[in-house]
């Protein structure tokens, strides 16, 4: 569990550096404009880079901190060994998806590489650079959701039931609201 904490940190950590040199360069790009009525140019292609790369890296942290979206209304009314079943089934889902986006944007890469595609922008940026970094975030996501899949599958083949509904269970809104309430008293 303690190096999917540190997976998870060091992923956000990414992401928000990201997103911090992302809202700096389009304050700069604000103030040319406003001030000096000059452009850097791209500033929207550079969200698009940032927004790809993010996005990939958040499906790791949300995998990992039982984050991502279920249904959740009806799932704690079934008995408990259904529940079990039912965190196992979502895990082997996004496995599914994780892979599918993963084998897609080699594809995507592939044919980027292949073809010596560049943005259609000024900066002409090749579009490799990027896309490798997209790719990479998403099969990262790939390993994570396959490791998470073996984790539970190995506690349902030795019916650890509770173990695998307990470690799996979809967050609920009282979940979140004491992780937040946590987190402020951490501050």
């Known amino acids: ?87 196992w089934s979502a895990q082997l889902s996004i496995v599914f998806l994780a892979v599918l986006l993963a084998y897609s944007s080699f594809g995507v890469l592939k044919e980027t590489i292949s073809y010596g595609s560049t943005a259609p922008t000024p900066w002409a940026t090749p579009l490799k650079y990027p896309q490798f970094f997209w790719c990479l975030g998403l099969v990262l996501f790939s390993f994570l959701a396959l490791y998470y899949l073996y984790s539970a599958t190995r506690l349902l083949l030795t019916g650890r039931l509770d173990d695998l509904r307990i470690l799996f269970q979809p967050k609920g809104s009282a979940d979140e609201v004491k992780e937040e309430l946590e987190d402020l008293h951490h501050r």
Do not use: W
């Not at 998870?8 to 040319?32: K, T, W």
């Not at 404009?33 to 452009?39: A, D, E, I, V, Y």
């Not at 791209?42 to 996005?55: F, P």
């Open 1 to 87: 569990m303690q190096m999917q904490k540190r997976i998870s940190y060091f992923s956000s950590c990414i992401f928000g550096y990201l997103c911090i040199a992302l809202s700096v360069f389009i304050s700069i790009e604000v103030i040319l404009r406003k001030l000096f009525s000059t452009s850097l140019q791209g500033a929207d292609e550079l969200g698009g880079y940032v927004l790809a790369i993010t996005s990939s890296i958040a499906f790791c942290v949300a995998l990992i901190g039982n984050s991502h979206i279920r249904i959740d209304l009806i799932h704690y009314k079934f008995p408990q060994k259904m529940q079990a079943i039912l965190n």
